[in-house]
Structure formats: structure tokens, C-alpha cells
């Protein structure tokens, strides 16, 4: 990332995280970031040891969303973020401890992170998660009550471990018996938020320099009703929106994240978004990334003065940007701000039950139900296979299928070879009248 004068992050946490956060900023390479570090031992420490190298810093980078709340609580002079926890991390943490025969991860409690997030990660690893307790943080009180919540279903025999994020929670959890591993971030997501101080360290000496958070969201309306996250096309999507959002942002100098299965997080300067928007008067990524994938996406911006507040109103413009043509931008007191995008799109049309098109697609959903092929996935070369036409004719079935909302074209797939690799189309059969 470019910087254009030096930028002090403070960095609070437990001493084990700190070194990690400083060993990954060397690996950044940065000449304009220098560290100054406050180790604790107690998370209800942290505004006491960020206070005392206060005045030597742009900004700070708490080591989890405890610490962070109890130094906000008491008052801080700088912006500060922190490194999110759950979400990739807990991978690692159940690999962990299936490995060292620690726990049952089907049968184990966990805290902080949310409950969209963990059934994300047991979905992904084909478990069930009813058998996993959760203690969701919600505020420095709430992490009081993760040690008896751990213990507690231990010692009833409703676990076989725990899993957290705080490491207080961790030493008495260890002190009491119960077996317990400590969820860490991954290196990405403590690189991420690095960034997002530094961008943050830098907004606060400049106020064009403020940080801004987006959020990229394909809706789900823009999907198939039986479109699973786990498949195929849909990890090939989501990798060809990382790449493309990822291409419109490098110009922005910001940090991309995946969010959710359905959405990323993008964290830049207001500067960079005024450049990129030209004066905020196009919508980012809107329009040239929903043409080159053939998707409609949905974009909400925000603005505060601390990363949390800055995501909750951007969460609050994707919103509003749901089933829209433009973006929307929502920040401190009120503000609100609807961003058009580059050109107007047509509203989805109705389909009558005796259009030609919705015979074709009844036609082709027979052909490869007969196939045993679920996917409902096809190319141009497919459809003229199925209907016994030429490829010129089945390109142009395609087309009015995309134009009469039956059909979802997906990104191409990587290819070695070359030439332009095949479109393919997802078949939207739930349309058929029944």
C-alpha cells in the first residue's frame, strides 16, 4: 500500500498477537509505517496501556474487539480499529484440535464470533453444527460471562472443549481442567487490518484522507432459488468478483476482504473514493464489474470515525441499496447520499406462460433432467447439442433466455487454452410454470 508520509500505528494486545502483528508488518515492507506496541496482561487493561504511548501515535490497532471497546469506553485522542476475530480463523483452531486430540469439534463451545460466521465455516467443512454452543460478544460485559459459559457445559458433559478469543478466558480455562485451544487471527486478516490503521492514521492528519468502508453485495435475488455457496460455478464466481473488485480498488489504494459468502469489504481513503467516483458522482464498481460478469451487484458506502461505525453504515447502504440501480452513501448524524451508476437498467419483466423462451427452457430442463444433470449449467455448444440447432442459433437462444430473465450468465472458467473461453448460463428452471 502507498503511503505518502509516515504513519505511527499503536498496537495494544497480549503479547503472543503483538509480536505476530509486528512480525507481519515487516513482512509489508513499508518505510512509512513505524510501530509502537503496549503489551497487557488483562484485556480490561487496554485503555490504560494504549493512554501511555497516546501521544506518539496516529492511530491504533487493538488486538480483538474487547480490548478495543474497553479503550474506546475510556476515551482515545486517535482513531482506532481492531483485528476482527472468527470467520477464517476458526478453520485452523477445529483443524487444530482434531490433530492434537483436544476436542470433538462437533461437540465443543465457542465465543465472540457470530453465528452467521460459525455455520459458515461447518457448512463449508460438511459438519453439523447442533451440537456447538455460542457466546456471541456483544460488549466487554457480555466476554465477562466466557469463562463461566466454557465451564459450565464442560462440567455437565454438554462439550468435550472450548474454543475462544480472549486469553485471560484461555489461562482460567486451562487452570480449571477443561481442554480449551485459543482462536487466533489468520495473517491475512491481521495484514487487513494493519492496513485498515494505517489508512486510518493517515485520514486522521488529512480530512480527504478519512476512512471509508464499502460493501460489495451480489443479492440474492440475483441467484438461482437452489443455489448452493458451496457450488462450483459459485466459488468460480466469487473468484472472478475478488479479482475484478480487487482491479478497480488497486487504483484506490484499498483493502479487499471477503465479508460473507455473498459479499466483500472494501476499506479506502475518501480522497481515493472522490477520484474514483468523480466527486462521488458515479457509483463504484456498479457498472463496469456487473457487466463483465453479468451480474447485478449492490453497493453501500460508509463513513464514521471509527471502523465500526464506518461498517454499520455501510451494512446500512448496501441495504438500502438492495433491488436498486444506484449505490448509496451513509455516514455520521443523518447523512444519507444516493450515488447513480453509469447507466440505467431495464426493471425485470414478467414472463407470460406461453412465451416461446419458457418453452426452450422447459425443453433444455427436460433434456438434462433425463441427463441426471442437476447443475443446470450450459454453454452455447450445449444448447445446440440439446435442441439440434447450430451454435449460432443456440448463442442467440441464450441471449433471449438472459433478456426474458430465465437464464444467469456466470463468469468464464480459467482456461490454458487459447481463445476466449465458452460463456456458460445458469438455468433459472424454478420459472417454469408448475
Known amino acids: 500500500m502507498a503511503t505518502h508520509e509516515q504513519v505511527t500505528v499503536g498496537v495494544v ?5 503483538v509480536h505476530r502483528i509486528m512480525d507481519l508488518a515487516r513482512e509489508l515492507d513499508n518505510p512509512a509505517l513505524r510501530l509502537e506496541t503496549a503489551v497487557y496482561s488483562d484485556e480490561h487493561d487496554a485503555h490504560e496501556q ?16 474487547l480490548p478495543y471497546d474497553v479503550a474506546v469506553a475510556g476515551g482515545l485522542p486517535v482513531p482506532a480499529t481492531y483485528v476482527p476475530s472468527g470467520g477464517p480463523a476458526l478453520f485452523s483452531t477445529l483443524l487444530r484440535g482434531v490433530l492434537e486430540k483436544v476436542f470433538d469439534p462437533a461437540r465443543i463451545s465457542v465465543d465472540t464470533m457470530s453465528r452467521r460466521d460459525l455455520s459458515h465455516v461447518y457448512e463449508e467443512i460438511g459438519l453439523s453444527a447442533s451440537g456447538v454452543r455460542l457466546k ?30 480472549v486469553p485471560t478466558v484461555d489461562v482460567a480455562l486451562q487452570k480449571a481442567g477443561v ?33 471509508v468502508t464499502m460493501i460489495v453485495r451480489v443479492p440474492a435475488a440475483s441467484l438461482p432459488a437452489h443455489a448452493s455457496a458451496s457450488a462450483y460455478w459459485y466459488q468460480e464466481l466469487r473468484l472472478s468478483l475478488h479479482r475484478e473488485l480487487l482491479r478497480d480498488a ?27 467516483t468523480d466527486n462521488l458522482s458515479m457509483a463504484p464498481f456498479l457498472d463496469r464489474i456487473s457487466e463483465e460478469l453479468g451480474i447485478r451487484l449492490e453497493v453501500g458506502i460508509g463513513l ?57 427452457l422447459a425443453t433444455l430442463a427436460e433434456q438434462l433432467e433425463n441427463a441426471n444433470d442437476t447443475e443446470r449449467v ?24 438472459v433478456d426474458e430473465g430465465l437464464a444467469w450468465p456466470m463468469p468464464p472458467p480459467r482456461s490454458s487454452k487459447l481463445g476466449r473461453p465458452p460463456r456458460p448460463y445458469q438455468l433459472l428452471v424454478e420459472k417454469i410454470p408448475r
Open 13 to 17: 494486545g497480549a503479547e503472543q498477537i
Open 50 to 65: 494504549a493512554a501511555r504511548i497516546a501521544s506518539r501515535v496516529d492511530a491504533f490497532l487493538f488486538a480483538g474487539p
Open 136 to 165: 456471541e460478544y456483544t460488549g466487554p460485559e457480555s466476554a465477562g460471562t466466557f469463562l463461566d459459559f466454557h465451564r459450565s457445559l464442560y462440567e455437565r458433559g454438554r462439550t468435550t472443549g472450548a474454543v475462544t478469543t
Open 179 to 211: 481442554p480449551v485451544l485459543r482462536m487466533t487471527p489468520s495473517s491475512m486478516t491481521i495484514r487487513q487490518a494493519l492496513t485498515t490503521a494505517v489508512l486510518m492514521g493517515g485520514g486522521a492528519k488529512l480530512e480527504e484522507s478519512r476512512i
Open 250 to 276: 488497486r487504483p484506490m489504494d484499498a483493502a479487499v476482504v471477503p465479508r460473507d459468502e455473498h459479499s466483500f469489504l472494501i476499506v479506502t481513503t475518501m480522497g481515493s473514493l472522490r477520484l474514483a
Open 304 to 360: 464514521g470515525t471509527s471502523t465500526r461505525e464506518a461498517e454499520v453504515n455501510a451494512q446500512s447502504a448496501v441495504d438500502k441499496a438492495a433491488g436498486g440501480d444506484t449505490a448509496f452513501v451513509v455516514g455520521p448524524h443523518g447523512f444519507v447520499l444516493q450515488i447513480p451508476g453509469e447507466r440505467t437498467r431495464t426493471a425485470e419483466r414478467s414472463v407470460p406462460a406461453d412465451s416461446r423462451a419458457l418453452q426452450i
Open 378 to 401: 450450459v454453454d452455447a455448444e450445449k444448447v445446440a447439442e440439446l435442441l439440434g440447432v447450430t451454435l449460432r442459433t443456440a448463442r442467440r437462444t441464450l441471449s433471449t433466455l
